[in-house]
């Protein structure tokens, strides 16, 4: 077995009293493709982030082909031998593809007026080898989505590093664009890089990886092959939940209810990128429909196109029989249309009591103290913290004066498990008592499943299956890792 | 295509400018004066601006000290004009770089936020010790560097075809390009090997070099040094307009800027106070609704 050139041990990097990664440790060799995965928020950004040093690692060892460079400046980290592609470009506004591959070559000199010869005919070279031939004499702008992450893959390989780090290398791609990119990203193999891939889950890069390290809220939890990985317990338990337990519930008769929320064909695209692809669901009156499906795949931009905060590029969406096309987000908002959003957007410096106030402010003062009673019997512990500032609390709590129906976009993001069952008890209450619908966005299945009356798997964009809880585990569950 | 019908069209208007003094009376010629020394500090406004991607909203820093450091070294000392102007611009790029190494680490709007502060600083010393400085009343300058106004207008004309020449070539070379790619993404700019740091902190001493350098130049002009005309903010804010009017990333948009916010004061000037207004008012249009600046929308309308 040959050196590695890339190894890192002991790693950890605290961010206030958050560990994001703890003792985090692998090795990769010459000619090896390595998948570091973990669900949002397990840290292995950081991990990527912490051997560039663009977030400095508070404790541990960063090896690059023998030399240890933890701490470093970005710059000279890059120069021994380390380049990164990036998953978002901001590619400069007046320069081509070919003079963006260029800068890549130039030497760190201020003095240095002119480009060499050889830089020109090597960015050539570069741009034939990742496929940008056909647009090397174009602005950035012009360019497909695909093409600008070629773009930044281009720059990332273009001074030759022993080790290349990709983030999320196929998100946003088309299944040819796919094919692409894990064809360049082999011959990196092929000629004796070492190559991370940061990715969400291990079937995107399973076919290309030689191994896979799995990581989740900051910890390792397994390491091997792609296979043994997917076989593993805790990975398991991690992306589909343990035993899933259904909390069933007397079934309502919603055919009779009628529709609450339509959506037919959606699509919504950001520049470049789709986002969503076609997309059809309907929510029944006092249904309660969770939508699961890994970062990325298109959960917040359902939610915020419903809502009337990014704009859909065709479809319909339909709610309470009336098409909302052309309204503002206030106004199918005060329509009862109501969202949580994932980024909890409580007004932080504000008392408990003052946010509350705030999402009942259109009512009147009986109807809105009589849900004030209503929302302390759901959610006791906002009671007794009514005075205290509201930056530490779950989304779920403010804005739930009344609404028709309730979007709830990740309430579980980043919340430690005894929190999280508490959410689960209050939204078994909610489910049990009131008759409010709700549209849950979840990558926890665990949290998801349970109080849902049915269920969608949004996955790259596109709805893949829907279907009752009870079928998911067999049918959608080993989709999912 | 487009390019090389801007360039002859900027360098027929440049030769239209050298030969103004044979049509234009001696008033004209020395309002176009001012605005070639202003031209210059806004030029190099827009290698910060344009390029590193720094908000510098103490221009009139580094004209000050470069304008005060000459002033006072000829009012004092009698030193030869080159010698006050070399002096001064010495001290800008000192003083700069003093600012530009600890401000540098900071991120967001924080450098631009200390630079602002430090022109504060700037004008209450120079108040505070106004026995020394002049004051608010000024220090006047025994040495001129002309009494004709062709001279003086030929001095300002060729100082700003230098460096205007110089700041767009090095604009364009590769070392502008490493700096634009620290300004456009500085963590990427990093990650490609380079030293962002170093990269900025050049360009903010080559901004104070020619800063300082118009402010020497514009005293001796003007045979005073006074707050309000090289350091008062609203001087700052004037360079700032300028180099957005007339275009972020071009370094000659910030020449036309200037010029062009002189000119349209002189010919609105019959409207007294409002003239200020209606110029502000210009500039706040055009930086709504084309925030390319001038030369930004001719490239637009060219395709």
Not at chain 1, 340 to 354: I, K, N, T
Not at chain 2, 127 to 141: A, H, M, N, P, Q
Not at chain 2, 169 to 195: H, K, P
Request: some cysteine; glycine content about 12%.
């Amino acid at each position: 077995m040959p050196a590695p050139l890339l190894e890192i041990s002991g790693l950890t990097k605290r961010f206030g009293g958050l560990v994001a990664v703890n003792n985090i440790g692998f090795a990769i060799a010459p000619g090896e493709i390595l998948g570091l995965i973990g669900p949002n928020g397990s840290g292995k950004s950081t991990v990527m982030k912490c051997i560039m040093s663009i977030v400095r690692p508070n404790a541990g060892s960063v090896r690059i082909d023998g030399r240890e460079v933890a701490g470093w400046p970005t710059h000279r980290i890059a120069r021994q031998g380390v380049g990164i592609v990036f998953q978002h470009s901001h590619p400069l506004p007046r320069q081509t593809v070919l003079e963006h591959i260029e800068i890549a070559l130039l030497p760190d000199s201020l003095l240095k007026l002119f480009a060499d010869r050889h830089v020109a005919e090597r960015a050539r070279a570069i741009a034939a080898r990742v496929g940008l031939e056909r647009v090397m004499h174009r602005l950035p702008r012009t360019l497909a989505f695909a093409d600008l992450r070629r773009l930044e893959l281009a720059k990332a390989i273009a001074r030759n590093p022993k080790v290349v780090l990709v983030d999320e290398p196929f998100a946003g791609l088309t299944a040819t664009e796919v094919a692409d990119f894990s064809e360049l990203i082999a011959s990196f193999r092929a000629e004796g890089h070492a190559v991370l891939l940061v990715d969400h889950n291990v079937k995107g890069v399973a076919a290309l990886v030689d191994r896979v390290f799995a990581m989740y809220l900051g910890e390792r939890v397994a390491e091997g092959s792609a296979d043994e990985v997917m076989r593993n317990e805790t990975v398991r338990r991690v992306y589909l939940g343990g035993k899933i337990e259904l909390a069933s519930r007397p079934a309502r008769d919603a055919a009779a209810r009628g529709t609450l929320l339509r959506v037919d064909n959606l699509s919504v695209s950001y520049g470049k990128a789709q986002a969503l692809e076609d997309v059809s669901i309907s929510i029944g009156a006092g249904e309660f429909v969770s939508i699961v499906g890994l970062n990325g795949a298109g959960k917040t931009t359902l939610f915020n196109a419903i809502c009337g905060l990014v704009p859909s590029t065709s479809g319909t969406i339909r709610f309470a029989g009336a098409d909302l096309r052309g309204r503002t987000p206030a106004q199918i908002a005060r329509g009862g249309l109501v969202q949580c959003p994932e980024s909890r957007e409580l007004f932080g410096d504000m008392s408990v009591r003052e946010n509350l106030d705030l999402g009942g402010q259109h009512l009147s003062r009986e109807d809105c103290a009589r849900q004030l009673a209503w929302l302390f019997e759901l959610f006791p512990i906002l009671q007794s913290r009514q005075r205290q500032t509201a930056k530490t609390l779950s989304g779920g709590e403010q804005q739930m004066m009344q609404p028709k129906l309730l979007i709830l976009d990740e309430p579980t993001l980043g919340l430690a498990p005894v929190i999280l069952e508490q959410l689960s008890k209050a939204m078994e209450r909610l489910r049990l008592t009131t008759d409010i619908t709700v549209l849950l966005g979840e990558q926890n299945v665990t949290f998801a499943l349970p109080h849902a009356d049915r269920v969608y798997v949004l996955e790259h964009a596109r709805i893949v299956w829907d279907g009752s809880p009870e079928r998911f585990a067999e049918e959608a569950g080993t989709g999912y890792l | 295509m487009l390019r090389s019908r801007n360039v002859w069209l900027g360098l027929v208007a440049l030769l239209a400018l050298y030969l103004l003094p044979f049509w234009v009376s001696g008033y004209v010629l020395g309002l176009l004066t001012v605005a070639y020394y202003y031209s210059v500090a806004a030029m190099a406004w827009d290698l910060l601006f344009g390029f590193a991607g720094e908000v510098n909203f103490g221009p009139s820093f580094l004209v000050g000290l470069g304008a005060y450091t000459a002033a006072m070294l000829d009012h004092y000392e009698g030193t030869p004009i080159w010698l006050c102007l070399i002096a001064g611009a010495a001290m800008a790029v000192l003083g700069g770089a003093i600012l530009a190494v600890p401000a540098l680490r900071l991120r967001g709007p924080y450098f631009g936020l200390v630079t602002l502060v430090a022109v504060l600083l700037l004008q209450n010393l120079l108040v505070l010790f106004s026995g020394i400085t002049g004051g608010e009343i000024g220090l006047d300058i025994p040495d001129v560097l002309s009494v004709d106004d062709r001279t003086n207008y030929f001095y300002a004309l060729v100082f700003m075809t230098i460096s205007g020449g110089l700041l767009l070539g090095l604009s364009r070379s590769t070392a502008g390009l490493i700096l634009q790619a620290s300004g456009q993404d500085a963590t990427e700019a990093a990650a490609l090997g380079f030293n962002v740091a170093k990269h900025k902190l050049a360009a903010f001493c080559i901004s104070a070099l020619f800063s300082g350098l118009a402010g020497g130049m514009l005293i001796f002009y003007l045979g005073t040094a006074s707050v309000g005309t090289v350091v008062d903010i609203s001087v700052g804010v004037q360079f700032i307009i300028a180099a957005v009017l007339g275009g972020r990333r071009t370094i000659v948009g910030a020449a036309i800027g200037s010029i062009f916010l002189i000119v349209a004061g002189e010919i609105l000037r019959p409207l007294g106070e409002l003239s200020t207004f209606v110029v502000s008012g210009i500039a706040l249009i055009v930086i709504l609704f084309f925030p390319g600046g001038f030369l930004g929308a001719l490239r637009q309308r060219g395709g």
